[in-house]
């Protein structure tokens, strides 16, 4: 045994190193242990978090924990290179333990079922006997008929003194495991298309601008080779809530300057599920934020007492008219989310634009008249004694937060979870079932002798052949 | 009626036909039996109608058309969909193994489970999606994982319950192992219970709750002494498990279940939420990241967890068919597979952070 092993070439120990199922249980368990603690170690966190985290585990000592899970990768696991040579190995033990096992199952896999002799007949697990009334020529056909009904295609044999009648279903789901093997292989060849390929990059937009560059988590800006325009973004809410109900953003792509037109339309409508796709780039919608200028636009609609409609935008401190009169509403103050405390006191209750109001000066010929806040979301707020004025928008002023993609790997990861969604069907759900029927004349009776045999789930392929027989009987 | 109702009559169902099957099985009349699963079949039957009715009130308040109106968006829906599948895996078991033993096992979970979501006030609202939800991949996703999730907790049960009927050694690692969890276990729904009694009235959400009170009336006490009570209690109570958890075996075996039919069925559960989970936990969940995200892995905790239940699972299998592992072994894989899977579905949300917050709260 030992001089044999001597004698293995180094190609014949790395593989049986890699075919070993042993190798499975310690990188499986390897996986999953520091898999563990890459959640419980908040990923690509500020340290101080981490330290905090760990100080209840490790009192004062935490800060060198830290210091040395740091080091060791930790603080960005799934991305360290001990992380994604586990994942290699896991890959090679995983190919080379199903090239292993493969012949095997092919062998079985490429030849039909044959008809067998009684002595290996006997050997397999499923048997039953019966006696039919009539020749076996009769017998012949209800047994073919009865094999029809489930599914199964019945060949013929003859031999001494009678004929077997042999059938298969379900031979190729042997290979369900390999299929299901090779679409994770797939997967991985897909994810390390993705990261040699591909891009994963982010960019904020503010409404009214362009960007032709995206920037990757380390500040690295990547060349998108055309430009990305934000023309508009809107967070809307659920009635008299502050549950958001969407987050759109529209959107134009520009090549030499000029807005090119996807599926008809300059501008294109993104929410969190439905993205935009131009030249292999996915742009998602994934964050937003407000940062509002000088610059940035009060959007009004402004209409009289008599009907007289006009669309105005202004910035901060200047006057419009209501139509018709002499009456000017200057924009005076502006809160992103006003609300009123229990005192009737109004304060801003958020940072982001949740409840958005403007506070107008009305004046006549120069003459303070009245003043109100009017809010976006309440209409009834619009009103005011001399016409409508409907707060619309206030532009500029936020920005989008897109995620930008580029993955030319994701459709091979795409068709190995279709394929692996065969494999595990294959290999969970079907059986390879046989069945050899062999029928003997017995004084003018037939002598009917099943063997049977299933690679998994014997019990429900001996209800199907009860069920079988009992149709036989009746 | 609205499925407030409906859900309350499947509650009471469910605490009645664990009565029902407890005295099928001490008195072994077959019409206690048959009440026993006409009663669960009834409120199953009920929770269904429920269900349909929560879909119809979500769909009048989503107005967002019938894929998106799914109601299995928050803790309470998760719960009370866990519950629909768990009685459904045990009434097929039921039919199929024509046993109705299991009834006495099955029905306290579901009954107990119920009970849990009244005595925390948990939120019953419906809340209307928010944008990350917006996907016609929420039905599939969470509807199959579910499913996994009640076949894995079923084989949890038949394991344990396999462990307790052939060990018998109070020093064999076997029988250490499945006392010790199941006594931990049990420790930590009493506590988690303490907890909700304790603190009801303070936090508005029940996840709100459990993030900033779990174990606080207990183990995290502010006072040292109910710490060290607690931790006390807890070991007492585990002791007392290992003590006396011969009188489990003996109880599995006065019902006539061998340990084969459990080994079967352990494997069967297993065999079905496998590819269920593979399909529609990891891989839908990944096509609906990458719709709604643009990543569609992204290490984040939940997926993380995902894939390690996804490994213990997938050990429980190779080890089974290449290296022939039976008994003690195997069950003890099955255990672990549903810590994990517990884990992945509560502790993700409660104890650790990432994109799947929102299942929690």
Same mark, same amino acid.
């Given at each position: 045994?030992?001089?044999?092993?001597?004698?293995? %070439?180094?190609?014949?120990?790395?593989?049986?190193?890699?075919?070993?199922?042993?190798?499975?249980?310690?990188?499986?368990?390897?996986?999953?242990?520091?898999?563990?603690?890459?959640?419980?170690?908040?990923?690509? !966190?500020?340290?101080?978090?981490?330290?905090?985290?760990?100080?209840?585990?490790? %009192?004062?000592?935490?800060?060198?924990?830290?210091?040395?899970?740091?080091?060791?990768?930790?603080?960005?696991?799934?991305?360290?290179?001990?992380?994604? !040579?586990?994942?290699?190995?896991?890959?090679?033990?995983?190919?080379?333990?199903?090239?292993?096992?493969?012949?095997?199952?092919?062998?079985?896999?490429?030849?039909?079922?044959?008809?067998?002799?009684?002595?290996?007949?006997?050997? +397999?697990?499923?048997?039953?006997?019966?006696?039919?009334?009539?020749?076996?020529?009769?017998?012949?056909?209800?047994?073919?008929?009865?094999?029809?009904?489930?599914?199964?295609?019945?060949?013929?044999?003859?031999?001494?003194?009678?004929?077997?009648?042999?059938?298969?279903?379900?031979?190729?789901?042997?290979?369900?495991?390999?299929?299901?093997?090779?679409?994770?292989?797939?997967?991985?060849?897909?994810?390390?298309?993705?990261?040699?390929?591909?891009?994963?990059?982010?960019?904020?937009?503010?409404?009214?601008?362009?960007?032709?560059? !995206?920037? +990757?988590?380390?500040?690295?800006?990547?060349?998108?080779?055309?430009?990305?325009?934000?023309?508009?973004?809107?967070?809307?809410?659920?009635?008299?809530?502050?549950?958001?109900?969407?987050?759109?953003?529209?959107?134009?792509?520009?090549?030499?300057?000029?807005?090119?037109?996807?599926?008809?339309?300059?501008?294109?409508?993104?929410?969190?599920?439905? #993205? /935009?796709?131009?030249?292999?780039?996915?742009?998602?919608?994934?964050?937003?934020?407000?940062?509002?200028?000088?610059?940035?636009?009060?959007?009004?609609?402004?209409?009289?007492?008599?009907?007289?409609?006009?669309?105005?935008? /202004?910035?901060?401190?200047?006057?419009?008219?209501?139509?018709?009169?002499?009456?000017?509403?200057?924009?005076?103050?502006?809160? #992103?989310?006003?609300?009123?405390?229990?005192?009737?006191?109004?304060?801003?209750?958020?940072?982001?634009?949740?409840?958005?109001?403007?506070?107008?000066?009305?004046?006549?010929?120069?003459?303070?008249?009245?003043?109100?806040?009017?809010?976006?979301?309440?209409?009834?707020?619009?009103?005011?004694?001399?016409?409508?004025?409907?707060?619309?928008?206030?532009?500029?002023?936020?920005?989008?937060?897109?995620?930008?993609?580029?993955? #030319?790997?994701?459709?091979?990861?795409?068709?190995?979870?279709?394929?692996?969604?065969?494999?595990?069907?294959?290999?969970?759900? +079907?059986?390879?079932?046989?069945?050899?029927?062999?029928?003997?004349?017995?004084?003018?009776?037939?002598?009917?002798?099943?063997?049977?045999?299933?690679?998994?789930?014997?019990?429900?392929?001996?209800?199907?052949?009860?069920?079988?027989? %009992?149709?036989?009987?009746? | 009626?609205?499925?407030?109702?409906?859900?309350?009559?499947?509650?009471?169902?469910?605490?009645?036909?664990?009565?029902?099957?407890?005295?099928?099985?001490?008195?072994?009349?077959?019409?206690?039996?048959?009440?026993?699963?006409?009663?669960?079949?009834?409120?199953?039957?009920?929770?269904?109608?429920?269900?349909?009715?929560?879909?119809?009130?979500?769909?009048?308040?989503?107005?967002?058309?019938?894929?998106?109106?799914?109601?299995?968006?928050?803790?309470?829906?998760?719960?009370?969909?866990?519950?629909?599948?768990?009685?459904?895996?045990?009434?097929?078991?039921?039919?199929?193994?024509?046993?109705?033993?299991?009834?006495?096992?099955?029905?306290?979970?579901?009954?107990?489970?119920?009970?849990?979501?009244?005595?925390?006030?948990?939120?019953?609202?419906?809340?209307?999606?928010?944008?990350?939800?917006?996907?016609?991949?929420?039905?599939?996703?969470?509807?199959?994982?579910?499913?996994?999730?009640?076949?894995?907790?079923?084989?949890?049960?038949?394991?344990?319950?396999?462990?307790?009927?052939?060990?018998?050694?109070?020093?064999?690692?076997?029988?250490?192992?499945?006392?010790?969890?199941?006594?931990?276990?049990?420790?930590?729904?009493?506590?988690?219970?303490?907890?909700?009694?304790?603190?009801?009235?303070?936090?508005?959400?029940?996840?709100?709750?459990?993030?900033?009170?779990?174990?606080?009336?207990?183990?995290?006490?502010?006072?040292?002494?109910?710490?060290?009570?607690?931790?006390?209690?807890?070991?007492?109570?585990?002791?007392?498990?290992?003590?006396?958890?011969?009188?489990?075996?003996?109880?599995?075996?006065?019902?006539?279940?061998?340990?084969?039919?459990?080994?079967?069925?352990?494997?069967?559960?297993?065999?079905?939420?496998?590819?269920?989970?593979?399909?529609?936990?990891?891989?839908?969940?990944?096509?609906?990241?990458?719709?709604?995200?643009?990543?569609?892995?992204?290490?984040?905790?939940?997926?993380?967890?995902?894939?390690?239940?996804?490994?213990?699972?997938?050990?429980?299998?190779?080890?089974?068919?290449?290296?022939?592992?039976?008994?003690?072994?195997?069950?003890?894989?099955?255990?672990?597979?549903?810590?994990?899977?517990?884990?992945?579905?509560?502790?993700?949300?409660?104890?650790?952070?990432?994109?799947?917050?929102?299942?929690?709260?």
């Amino acid at each position: 045994m030992s001089n044999k092993k001597e004698n293995q %070439g180094i190609v014949d120990r790395v593989w049986s190193f890699f075919s070993s199922i042993t190798l499975a249980v310690v990188v499986f368990s390897v996986i999953s242990l520091t898999s563990i603690v890459g959640t419980i170690i908040e990923q690509g !966190a500020d340290p101080e978090r981490n330290i905090k985290l760990l100080s209840k585990f490790f %009192g004062d000592a935490s800060p060198t924990v830290f210091r040395i899970l740091d080091s060791l990768g930790f603080t960005n696991m799934f991305h360290s290179w001990w992380f994604i !040579a586990l994942l290699f190995v896991f890959a090679a033990n995983l190919i080379i333990c199903s090239l292993d096992r493969l012949p095997r199952i092919w062998n079985i896999v490429k030849e039909p079922i044959k008809p067998l002799s009684i002595d290996l007949l006997n050997t +397999m697990p499923i048997k039953r006997e019966m006696v039919l009334k009539g020749k076996i020529d009769n017998a012949k056909g209800v047994i073919e008929s009865a094999l029809n009904r489930i599914g199964f295609k019945a060949n013929v044999h003859l031999q001494d003194n009678g004929l077997q009648i042999y059938a298969e279903r379900g031979r190729y789901s042997r290979l369900g495991v390999y299929v299901t093997h090779f679409s994770i292989i797939l997967i991985l060849i897909g994810a390390v298309a993705g990261i040699f390929f591909g891009f994963n990059a982010s960019l904020n937009l503010l409404e009214g601008t362009t960007s032709a560059v !995206a920037y +990757m988590r380390n500040g690295k800006e990547i060349p998108l080779g055309f430009e990305i325009g934000c023309n508009d973004f809107e967070v809307s809410f659920y009635e008299n809530s502050d549950t958001p109900k969407s987050y759109k953003s529209w959107l134009t792509i520009l090549e030499n300057g000029r807005p090119v037109k996807i599926n008809g339309k300059e501008v294109t409508e993104i929410d969190v599920n439905s #993205p /935009l796709r131009y030249k292999g780039i996915t742009f998602y919608q994934s964050s937003y934020g407000f940062s509002p200028t000088k610059d940035s636009l009060f959007k009004f609609s402004v209409t009289s007492n008599d009907g007289k409609k006009q669309d105005v935008q /202004l910035k901060f401190g200047e006057s419009f008219n209501i139509p018709g009169t002499n009456i000017m509403g200057k924009v005076a103050d502006f809160s #992103p989310a006003l609300g009123i405390d229990e005192a009737g006191r109004m304060f801003t209750y958020a940072e982001m634009m949740n409840n958005p109001a403007v506070l107008v000066e009305f004046t006549e010929n120069g003459k303070p008249k009245y003043n109100q806040w009017i809010l976006k979301r309440y209409p009834q707020t619009w009103r005011v004694p001399d016409g409508m004025v409907e707060f619309k928008d206030l532009w500029g002023a936020q920005y989008t937060g897109l995620q930008v993609r580029k993955d #030319p790997g994701v459709w091979i990861v795409y068709l190995g979870s279709l394929v692996m969604a065969v494999g595990l069907y294959a290999a969970f759900f +079907m059986s390879h079932r046989r069945i050899w029927v062999t029928l003997k004349d017995e004084k003018g009776s037939t002598k009917v002798t099943i063997a049977a045999s299933v690679n998994k789930n014997k019990a429900a392929f001996e209800q199907k052949i009860e069920k079988l027989l %009992g149709g036989l009987h009746g | 009626m609205d499925s407030s109702q409906f859900f309350g009559i499947s509650s009471i169902a469910y605490i009645l036909a664990m009565v029902a099957y407890i005295a099928y099985l001490v008195f072994r009349n077959s019409t206690l039996g048959i009440i026993a699963t006409t009663i669960t079949s009834v409120g199953f039957i009920s929770q269904t109608i429920a269900f349909f009715i929560r879909g119809k009130e979500f769909y009048d308040i989503g107005q967002m058309g019938i894929m998106r109106a799914i109601p299995l968006t928050n803790l309470y829906e998760s719960l009370i969909f866990f519950v629909w599948c768990l009685i459904l895996s045990y009434l097929i078991i039921e039919w199929k193994y024509k046993n109705r033993s299991f009834g006495a096992f099955i029905t306290p979970i579901a009954g107990m489970a119920l009970a849990f979501i009244d005595i925390s006030g948990m939120d019953k609202n419906i809340h209307p999606l928010i944008p990350a939800l917006q996907s016609n991949w929420l039905l599939a996703h969470v509807t199959l994982s579910f499913i996994a999730y009640a076949t894995f907790a079923i084989s949890f049960a038949t394991s344990i319950m396999y462990l307790a009927v052939t060990t018998g050694n109070k020093k064999s690692g076997a029988y250490i192992f499945w006392t010790v969890t199941l006594g931990i276990f049990i420790s930590i729904l009493v506590t988690m219970g303490i907890d909700f009694l304790t603190f009801k009235v303070v936090a508005r959400t029940s996840e709100a709750f459990i993030k900033s009170y779990l174990f606080k009336a207990t183990f995290r006490s502010a006072s040292g002494l109910i710490v060290l009570f607690s931790y006390a209690a807890s070991a007492v109570f585990v002791y007392l498990v290992w003590r006396y958890g011969y009188v489990l075996k003996k109880l599995i075996e006065s019902f006539s279940i061998s340990p084969d039919l459990l080994d079967d069925l352990t494997y069967k559960n297993i065999a079905i939420g496998f590819p269920i989970f593979t399909l529609g936990g990891l891989i839908f969940g990944a096509i609906w990241a990458d719709q709604a995200w643009g990543k569609y892995w992204s290490w984040d905790p939940k997926e993380t967890w995902s894939l390690i239940t996804w490994f213990v699972y997938a050990f429980y299998l190779h080890a089974r068919f290449l290296r022939g592992w039976r008994g003690h072994k195997i069950a003890i894989v099955a255990v672990i597979g549903f810590v994990s899977t517990l884990f992945t579905y509560l502790g993700v949300n409660l104890l650790l952070s990432g994109l799947h917050s929102y299942g929690g709260g």
